[in-house]
Each structure stands twice: as structure tokens, then as C-alpha cells.
């Protein structure tokens, strides 16, 4: 590059992203994933130190602890986040908190073609650098209170391996941050086109959805050709690609930097230009950029319009597939050694399987009963379960005794509504008998006697408290008939009740 300003633009920016397919990126995680992944392999393991972004503005402010044995999360576990933030994306409504995936499917999403025992081991890394990696943030929201927020990115992971630890992942779940999903719920996201984005490296994937959030809240519909935003290189080395070295010449950072990664953004029409100057109030380089033809078409058909879709039927056959057989062996595992899930490394895939087998007769809410009650009658026996498959002899018991308890429960249940029929109709008929009586005392003499006259011939077969019940019976429904007041049926008063 030899002009006095480092720039690369094509017009308008006419080249357009071939396909386009939505991804939701909550808006904290966008401004969090910045500065919490490195982008040089070499170096993410050994940035262990605390990385502050906005120190000072107590609005905005974000502090982001890397874990100290692993570092910072690298590359692989941005290619990682990015993948599995897209297949959250297609879940749809309501928001889900998990993400399952299998081998295969990760090994697609992150351009792995082959998948070995040295790319599962990388996956492990690349998922536990983000796990363990700790984030405290606070905002204000928009009523004026400020909101602080202490979470891990991926708070849970399970894993399924075939046999040992040294067997690579078969299938794995995640579970995403509450405050993540409480903003996702809330639609406090930016719509980006993951399309566009796997045609980047993860330094450009990393630049595009920190442009397109920033060029969003500029955009009013009216003033493309005029947008532009400048940011400061060291800035961008820190808070959007998480530590990347500042270079103090404004050569390699063009040829050997972050160059080749903006001449590809505007390539795909996303940049109409950038330009790369020397700061004029310090030392170091602004960076200034341009939106181009992608970016407004993007917007008009995604950002404006970012409704998530309300099908979740892939997500409902994962869960099934994958995330609950994977809950059940852990939930397993806990309970056989009485180990919190957090401690627990893997399950075998044959756990799995037989959870699968488990999940076919008994839905997963009762689960937790069932695995409980196999492990005490196995106790009784002085059988120590070692696989989840120990607990098939107990199953056909269990699935008996549940009928039978359903069948009592059934039973109970309607002694006890006819128990209650019975009450409410000698409710009924108590209250009935004390209205018409009293309507009788009201009456003349003569009358009075002449219906108690009748309603006594009609009790002579009864005795007991039953002649009482049955004259009081009688005494009002002709006290009723006598004064013209029809009796409120039953069903009636019940409604009234109800009512």
C-alpha cells in the first residue's frame, strides 16, 4: 500500500452475500465477545489477566476474567460460540436454554472435515475456555436503574462419550446464561446474516457483528450515504478482537493485519470503503468505515423485521435425541456417586442409549423418581450399580407400582368428590328446608297447620333422623308450592356457588 491513506473501497459496495440466513446476537453478548476471545492461538493460553472494557463508565462497564489454567477462549472457541449462537437462533419461540449438538454436526458447523480424537479434544478446550471464563457486567436500563450481572457464558456442559474419556465426543448440551436469555426474551438483539459470516475468518466475524451493531444505531433510514463510523485501532485491537497486537505501523496493518480481513468485508458489499489515518489528538491510528450495499439490504430485510421464528420443532427432536438422554445418564451419575453435575467429566454413550430406552416409557419429570427408586431397591440387595443399564430390572416393578398408585388415586378421587356431592347436597337441602321454614312461620295459623299436616302423612314409613330430615323435606317443597316460590334446583345452587 503506498497512499498517504490506507483505503480500499469498491464504489458502492455493489457485491452482495449469495444467500442470507439469520443469526440473534443478544447485545451483551455482542459487546462481551469482543474483548473474550483472542484471536492469536499462540497467545490465548498464556492472557490469564482481568480484561475491563469501559472502566470508569459505570453504564457500560464490563470485566471479564479468563480462567487461569486454560487463558483466554482462542479462535476455535470462537468458531465454536458463533456455531452454536446460530443453531440457538434457529430454535425459534419461546427462547430455549439448551443446545445440543452431535459430533458430526459441530464438525460441519466449524469447517471440520474429518473428526478424530484430536479434534474432540480441541472441542473440549475450546467449550471449557468458554465455561470457565467468568463475566461481570452492568447497564442502565432504559427506566434509569442500573443492573449488575456476574454469569459464565455456558454455565452447564454435558458431554457424551463412547466408553472412556479418551473417546471422542459424541454428542454434547449446553446451557446459555439466564441474563442471556432473559434479553433474548426481552428482543434486546442485533440480526446478523451468518451467511455472509462463514465466508470470515474469525477476526472478520468478529469485526462484521460489531459493525453492523454499531452502524444499526446510526442508521435512521435516511442517512446511508453520510454514515460512517471511526473507532480508534488500539480500541478495536482491545474491546472487539480481545487483545489482538497493536502494531505501530500503519503498513502492516493493512498488509499483514486487519487489511485482508476489511478488504473481505468489502468484498462481500458489506464495506463500501475503509480508511485507516493517524490520530489527531495521540499517538495511533483511527480506523474509519463505511457501510455498504450488504449492510442496508441486511438491515431492511432482517434488522427492521428480527421477530424470531415461533417453530421449534428441531429443537423439540434435539431435546428428545439428544439434551434429555444426556440429563437422565448425568442425573444418574450424580445420584450413583453423589457428585454434583459440574464435577462429572462425561457419560458413556450406552448410558445414554439406555436413557433413550428409559425416556420411551416414562416421561422426563419423572425421571429423577424413577432413577431414585432403582438405586434403593438395588441398595437392598446389595447390588452395586454400575451403568444406567443396572436399572432395567427395576423398570417393569416401577411402571407397577405407578399403575397401581394411579389406580388408588383414581379411586380416592372419587370417593372423595362423591364425599363432596353428598355435603354439598346436604348444604343444598339444609338451607332449602330454613328458607321455606321460615316462610312457613310467616303464614297464618290455620295454613301452618294444614301443611304440617300434610307433609307428616307423607313421613309416616320413616323414623329416625331420617322422619325428621325427610318432614322438613316435605315441609318446605309444599310451603314452596303454597306461596307460588319455585325450590332453586341443585345444579343451581351449585352454580351460584361457583359463580
Not at 440457538?88 to 419461540?93: A, E, L, T
Not at 430455549?96 to 480441541?122: H, M, V, Y
Not at 497486537?245 to 470503503?273: N, Y
Amino acid at each position: 500500500m503506498t497512499q498517504a491513506k490506507a483505503e480500499r473501497a469498491t464504489g458502492d459496495g455493489v457485491a452482495a452475500a449469495p444467500t442470507h440466513d439469520k443469526l440473534y446476537m443478544e447485545n451483551t453478548l455482542l459487546r462481551v465477545s469482543g474483548a473474550l476471545f483472542c484471536h492469536d492461538a499462540k497467545r490465548a493460553s498464556t492472557r490469564t489477566n482481568e480484561i475491563e472494557l469501559n472502566r470508569g463508565v459505570t453504564d457500560k462497564h464490563i470485566t471479564i476474567r479468563p480462567d487461569p489454567r486454560l487463558g483466554q477462549p482462542g479462535p476455535l472457541a470462537h468458531k465454536v460460540f458463533v456455531a452454536l449462537i446460530k443453531k440457538h437462533s434457529g430454535y425459534g419461540r419461546p427462547v430455549p436454554k439448551e443446545i445440543s449438538f452431535t459430533r458430526r454436526e459441530i464438525g460441519r458447523l466449524i469447517g471440520r472435515k474429518e473428526w478424530g480424537g484430536k479434534d474432540s479434544e480441541q472441542l473440549s478446550r475450546a467449550l471449557h475456555e468458554i465455561h470457565y471464563t467468568f463475566i461481570k457486567s452492568h447497564f442502565k436500563k432504559a427506566d434509569g436503574k442500573f443492573i449488575e450481572h456476574s454469569f459464565n457464558v455456558f454455565p452447564e456442559i454435558r458431554i457424551e462419550r463412547r466408553e472412556f474419556a479418551s473417546d471422542p465426543i459424541e454428542a454434547c448440551t449446553i446451557t446459555l446464561a439466564e441474563p442471556i436469555l432473559d434479553s433474548l426474551r426481552d428482543e434486546h438483539f442485533t440480526c446478523l446474516n451468518h451467511a455472509l459470516m462463514s465466508q470470515l475468518g474469525t477476526i472478520g466475524q468478529a469485526l462484521y457483528m460489531r459493525l453492523f451493531f454499531h452502524f444499526a444505531n446510526l442508521y435512521d433510514g435516511r442517512n446511508g450515504r453520510a454514515l460512517s463510523f471511526p473507532k480508534r485501532y488500539d480500541d478495536i485491537c482491545s474491546e472487539w478482537l480481545g487483545g489482538l497486537t497493536v502494531l505501530q505501523h500503519r503498513s502492516k496493518i493493512v498488509g499483514e493485519q486487519l487489511g485482508p480481513h476489511l478488504d473481505q468485508l468489502v468484498a462481500t458489499g458489506f464495506l463500501a470503503s475503509y480508511g485507516i489515518e493517524k490520530a489527531k489528538t495521540r499517538a495511533g491510528f483511527v480506523v474509519t468505515l463505511r457501510p455498504g450495499k450488504t449492510f442496508f439490504d441486511d438491515y431492511a430485510r432482517f434488522y427492521q423485521q428480527r421477530r424470531q421464528g415461533g417453530l421449534q420443532f428441531e429443537f423439540h427432536g434435539e431435546r428428545r435425541e439428544v439434551a434429555d438422554p444426556l440429563r437422565v445418564a448425568y442425573l444418574f451419575a450424580q445420584k450413583r456417586t453423589g457428585q454434583p453435575a459440574a464435577s462429572i467429566a462425561f457419560v458413556p454413550s450406552k448410558d445414554v442409549e439406555t436413557a433413550k430406552q428409559f425416556l420411551a416409557e416414562l416421561p422426563f419429570a419423572e425421571m429423577e423418581r424413577f432413577v431414585a427408586y432403582g438405586l434403593a431397591e438395588a441398595a437392598r440387595s446389595n447390588f452395586d450399580v454400575q451403568t444406567l443399564g443396572g436399572l432395567k430390572q427395576y423398570l417393569a416393578p416401577y411402571l407397577r407400582r405407578k399403575a397401581q398408585a394411579t389406580a388408588q388415586a383414581a379411586v380416592t378421587r372419587q370417593a372423595t368428590q362423591a364425599e363432596d356431592q353428598h355435603e354439598r347436597y346436604a348444604a343444598y337441602t339444609a338451607r332449602r328446608a330454613s328458607e321455606a321454614l321460615q316462610h312457613l312461620t310467616e303464614l297464618p295459623a290455620a295454613e301452618q297447620a294444614q301443611i304440617r299436616a300434610l307433609a307428616t302423612a307423607r313421613v309416616t314409613r320413616f323414623s329416625g333422623s331420617l322422619r325428621s330430615r325427610m318432614l322438613d323435606f316435605h315441609l318446605a317443597r309444599i310451603t314452596a308450592e303454597r306461596i307460588g316460590q319455585p325450590i332453586e334446583s341443585f345444579e343451581g345452587w351449585k352454580a351460584d356457588l361457583a359463580a
